[in-house]
């Protein structure tokens, strides 16, 4: 059974930066693929950022530039980098794993404002 814990959503002023983490517990880490989608008020789930179980990244075209996504295979861990962030970054950001099923973590609270 696959868990995902994320850990490191806030506040943040416009211009910020934040750093989140994603915790995967499981044994089939280093052959799944890995990402982060959101989810903002009377939105639907989106897309952010996908890893490939051999590091090939995917990104939104509106964070394309700003985000970094990458994953840690000893640590079983994957982190998304958010620079220049922007109050429409605001959403529930929710960390993803796919193999054969997909797997959803709680999700984190970003907020962008001044």
């Known amino acids: 059974q696959v868990q995902l814990v994320e850990s490191g959503g806030g506040l943040v002023q416009p211009g910020g930066s934040l750093r989140l983490s994603c915790a995967f517990s499981?044994?089939?880490?280093?052959?799944?693929?890995m990402g982060w989608y959101r989810q903002a008020p009377g939105k639907q789930r989106e897309l952010v950022a996908t890893?490939?179980?051999?590091?090939?990244?995917n990104y939104h075209d509106s964070v394309k530039g700003r985000f970094t996504i990458s994953r840690d295979s000893a640590r079983k861990t994957v982190s998304l980098q958010m620079n220049s962030l922007k109050p429409e970054d605001t959403a529930v950001y929710y960390c993803?794993?796919?193999?054969?099923?997909?797997?959803w973590g709680q999700g984190t609270q970003v907020t962008v404002s001044s």
């Open positions: 993803w794993s796919r193999w054969r099923l997909d797997f």
């Open positions: 499981g044994s089939i880490f280093s052959i799944s693929a």
């Open positions: 890893i490939s179980s051999g590091g090939n990244p």
